[in-house]
């Protein structure tokens, strides 16, 4: 497979000025007549790129007929050779949507047609200059036969409409903003919607509707209010209004990824967008909430202001998940989203920082785009943007967005260019900061101290270093912001600068920080709010993290200390069954524990997060060589003497706050019904059988899925299997019909970590609700499997041979789907000698198959 290099950019030689698309829908087949008027802007070749989903029937320029010897083709590319300087192309396509299996371009998903663009899907549908930095005007005919197909959608206006022979009828779209195609968007289908409306900051009324096939429309509304309180953000904190008339949004249920945000017709998977109470859990409100947000934030950082290249995704993607962070802490508990953000980010992308893929977040070459769409390029991209925002303060901060979307409103541009926007308003030189584009790997922070009581003088040396990483053997420094605050030992706060935490602005390889009129040796609170993506290390006692849980200022590292101290004792458990010895689990931990579990204002939401030990895949990642049945083991052992310890309290706790009256999706009752599944958990981890008895009773009486998905999570999770098989069976009864809550029965199934899990993930694949095309059942069942831990890593190595099989059989089907499924494989170094061997053997038999550009990318990388 061919590698594309980021140093290789040109311009493109023509600009399409616009584009007149026509869709001729049936059954068979689907004919695309494209329309294209081109305008010389550099020297250079016409390069028009094509795909195996689109059957070029006929190219003409300028009427005429494009013989043989006017261009020649170079893999699926047309290259053109002799073409006047301006022309129109006229090029007609067939394809076959219901086929296409791949999802990308033009396809069916159940019973309509969609498209999916992003990154380079639109050269499935007719042959065009598919590169983001060739921006165009769009007008869309679509014709298709009415009875099956009555609602016909696209970007922009709907400015026709009408009647045609034989049952058919057709819809023209003109979208007025140049866009490039990866944003052009299509869906015909026998939809129903609601409709509601948002009358912007300058007072337009802008009608909102949201479609789904008719067996889903009880569950449109919350994502309607979800969309209406994004669009009021982005006005308030961005100064950000929307640009059109209407807003459209799409359910599909077959989808490879989460949303896309295309012009004035955002399509979602079905599963980030339809709630209701009974179905939904609070999690899953939360994302859905998120991502209608993030796909909307897209209209201005990304549609109206685009990427030049694929190297540059971040630079919507990372700006993109920053805004829909600051929204959802605005929308909830600050706290709680930057615990999960944080959690997300030193769990998986760490991880794949760490791994044969990791990439910096502008990469510099790729064999296939979408196998970039990963946590560096979204959430690593996030905290690069928040690092920004952290090093100018919200004012300037908003000040260079500003300057960012008026300079650069209608163009596609670089990384660069934010960054430049951003030091232009604030002065600050952001040169060394740029390293956070081009640099992979996780930067370590190695802090010390020294206190000198005779000049009451405090210094915090600290020494930053990265490992290395494909590609990148040796590192130069980050600039890197390091907030900090200093707590003396009766809990009062020394005041750095006039205020509580201070950001250090780390740039050597080694630095030393003085800190003067300190009157006692402070105990520091480091990268507070975890200021910058970075690993740190500062010889914390336990004292001194119990200390910290009880008396930081900062929300984010009380939490912290809590999860230092709980990983430190987890892994000393590790060390003793690694050593085959039993040891007592330090009282430190259950004090700590009992002190929150009193704490009836902590808010509960928080208190969930304080009470939750770090997870085996975040011990996982901080271990040397990860020993997968030693860290399940001591995390369970923890659990149950935590669970042993504090059963009265935990019991006290659970239910000592009903949720008032019905189901509500607000942030105190999310967090009392957090609060109350974490207690049901423990209680349960005791293995007695009146905890057994309270599951029993909150799936019975639950209204509500957070409430009935805690309970059976619980016991699925816990050795009372006569109990899960009995409640798994009733759930599946009463939720057949319901594609989207079968997905999470089956996701709870394959996640198990135990021995069984592989025989349960085989039948779960036979079973009537498993259906291969749609990517949300290979995500719950191969998915959910490779993130199970003993389930997948069995010591026989049959979960590797499975899960190569599983991919071997999708790739062929949909390529980008098959390359996230082997994620799991790519980490064999990180394992003992024999698992390595296993997991390699696996990687290479995929290896050795015929593989899509996606598969061969992921698994070369790895085995490199
Ligand atoms: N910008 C969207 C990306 C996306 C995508 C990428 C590759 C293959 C399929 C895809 N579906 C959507 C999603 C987003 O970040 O908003
Ligand atoms: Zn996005």
Aim: proline share 4%.
């Amino acid at each position: 497979a061919k590698t594309v290099y980021l140093k290789d950019y040109q311009p493109p030689a023509f600009s399409v000025e616009s584009v007149e698309l026509t869709f001729s829908l049936f059954e068979e087949q689907c004919q695309v007549r494209s329309n294209l008027h081109i305008k010389r802007q550099h020297p250079g070749q016409l390069v028009l790129n094509g795909g195996q989903h689109a059957e070029v029937l006929r190219v003409e320029v300028n009427g005429e007929l494009l013989h043989e010897s006017g261009y020649r083709v170079s893999g699926e590319d047309w290259v053109i050779e002799a073409v006047p300087d301006e022309a129109t192309l006229t090029v007609l396509t067939q394809l076959q949507p219901q086929n296409n299996t791949t999802l990308e371009g033009l396809y069916k998903s159940s019973s309509m047609y969609c498209t999916q663009c992003e990154a380079e899907g639109f050269r499935q549908i007719t042959l065009y200059p598919d590169r983001p930095d060739v921006m165009s005007v769009f007008t869309t005919r679509i014709e298709a036969d009415k009875a099956l197909y009555p609602v016909l959608l696209s970007n922009g206006n709907l400015v026709e409409q009408g009647e045609l022979e034989n049952g058919r009828h057709f819809a023209v779209w003109h979208d007025p903003f140049r866009k490039p195609s990866y944003l052009f968007a299509l869906v015909a289908g026998d939809l129903q919607h609601i409709e509601d409306s948002f009358t912007t900051m300058s007072g337009r009324a802008v009608t909102l509707r949201l479609y789904t096939e008719a067996r889903n429309i009880s569950k449109t509304e919350f994502a309607m209010g979800a969309l209406q309180r994004s669009m009021k953000w982005d006005e308030e904190a961005y100064g950000r209004e929307y640009d059109l008339d209407l807003f459209n949004i799409v359910a599909v249920d077959d989808f490879n990824m989460g949303a896309m945000e295309n012009k004035s017709l955002n399509i979602f998977n079905s599963s980030c967008v339809l709630a209701r109470a009974d179905t939904t859990t609070d999690a899953g409100f939360q994302r859905i909430e998120a991502i209608v947000a993030h796909e909307y934030f897209h209209n201005w950082s990304g549609n109206r202001v685009t990427c030049r290249d694929w190297f540059q995704l971040s630079l919507k993607e990372g700006f993109t998940v920053f805004r829909d962070s600051q929204f959802s802490s605005d929308m909830g508990s600050a706290a709680v989203k930057r615990i999960e953000d944080v959690t997300l980010l030193r769990t998986a992308q760490f991880a794949e920082d760490a791994g044969p893929t990791s990439h910096p977040v502008r990469p510099d070459n790729y064999m296939e785009i979408s196998n970039f769409y990963t946590l560096t390029i979204y959430e690593k991209g996030a905290e690069v943007v928040r690092m920004i925002h952290t090093l100018l303060g919200a004012e300037l901060f908003r000040q260079g967005s500003d300057l960012y979307f008026e300079r650069f409103d209608g163009q596609a541009v670089t990384c660069d260019d934010f960054v430049r926007c951003m030091e232009e308003v604030s002065g600050r030189d952001l040169t060394q900061f740029m390293r956070w584009y081009t640099q992979a790997g996780t930067p370590r922070l190695q802090v010390t101290d020294e206190y000198d009581a005779a000049t009451g003088t405090y210094y915090l040396d600290v020494r930053q270093s990265c490992p290395a990483t494909p590609g990148q053997e040796q590192k130069l420094p980050f600039h890197i912001p390091l907030a900090v605050g200093l707590l003396y030992p009766d809990g009062t706060e020394h005041h750095l600068q006039g205020d509580s935490t201070l950001v250090l602005d780390v740039t050597e390889a080694e630095q030393r920080f003085m800190f003067k009129g300190i009157t006692q040796r402070p105990i520091p609170s480091l990268l507070r709010g975890f200021s910058a993506p970075v690993k740190l290390d500062y010889p914390y006692s336990r004292e001194e993290l119990s200390f910290l849980m009880s008396h930081d200022t900062d929300g984010f590292n009380r939490w912290e200390a809590g999860q230092r101290l709980a990983m430190a004792i987890l892994q000393e458990q590790i060390g003793a069954i690694q050593a085959g010895e039993e040891l007592e689990v330090d009282p430190a931990l259950i004090a700590a524990f009992e002190r929150v579990l009193d704490d009836t204002d902590l808010d509960y939401a928080v208190a969930a997060k304080v009470l939750t030990l770090p997870s085996e895949a975040y011990l996982a990642e901080n271990a040397q060589v990860i020993d997968v049945e030693a860290i399940h083991q001591a995390r369970r052992r923890v659990r149950k003497v935590l669970a042993d310890a504090l059963c009265a309290r935990f019991r006290e706790r659970y239910h000592a706050t009903e949720p008032d009256g019905v189901y509500a999706f607000h942030g105190s009752s999310i967090g009392q019904r957090a609060l109350n599944n974490l207690c049901l958990g423990y209680l349960l981890a005791t293995e007695r059988e009146e905890a057994l008895e309270l599951v029993r009773q909150q799936y019975a009486e639950a209204d509500n899925m957070t409430d009935s998905m805690g309970a059976l999570a619980a016991v699925v999770h816990s050795p009372f299997t006569t109990v899960a098989d009995e409640l798994l069976e009733q759930f599946y009864g009463r939720w057949s019909e319901d594609a989207l809550v079968v997905n999470q029965w089956l996701s709870l199934q394959a996640s198990v970590a135990g021995e069984g899990t592989l025989a349960k993930v085989q039948s779960l694949l036979q079973h009537a609700a498993f259906d291969w095309r749609n990517p949300n059942k290979v995500r719950s069942v191969l998915g959910a499997y490779g993130q199970s831990s003993v389930g997948f890593h069995r010591a026989d190595g049959a979960g590797y041979e499975f899960l190569a099989d599983q991919v071997i059989h999708l790739d062929p089907m949909n390529p980008q789907l098959a390359s996230r499924m082997v994620t799991p494989l790519t980490r064999w170094r990180r394992y003992p000698a024999a698992r390595q061997a296993q997991m390699r053997a696996a990687l290479e038999r995929i290896a050795a198959q015929p593989l899509s550009k996606d598969v061969y990318e992921i698994v070369s990388k790895s085995l490199a």
